[in-house]
């Protein structure tokens, strides 16, 4: 009979389909899991840092055909205001 604290098979020896892990083995897979998931959280800030930057640029350019709107209209509204009063000579 084995010692209580000796490994359930062989070190290295294919575990069976369905077989409960050791604690080592959880631990190991748990690691994997965690480092899978930081280096995600990490992808997908990534990709909320560029649309950021993007949104960003998108705001500004709003806001430059904003005033370039209400420049426009300023001189729409001179222009009939002149045309109102008459031919210019």
């Known amino acids: 009979m084995p010692h209580p604290s000796a490994p359930d098979r062989p070190e290295g020896a294919p575990r069976e389909e369905g077989a ?12 994997r899991h965690l480092k899978e998931n930081e280096s995600q959280r990490t992808e997908v800030n990534g990709y909320i840092n560029q649309l950021s930057i993007q949104l ?13 709107n209400r420049e426009l209209m300023a001189e729409v509204v001179k222009c009939v205001t002149a045309a109102s009063r008459g031919p210019q000579t």
């Open 20 to 31: 409960p892990l050791t604690i080592e083995e959880r631990l190991a897979e748990l690691r």
């Open 56 to 68: 960003h640029r998108w705001q500004l350019r709003m806001q430059t055909l904003d005033e370039r």
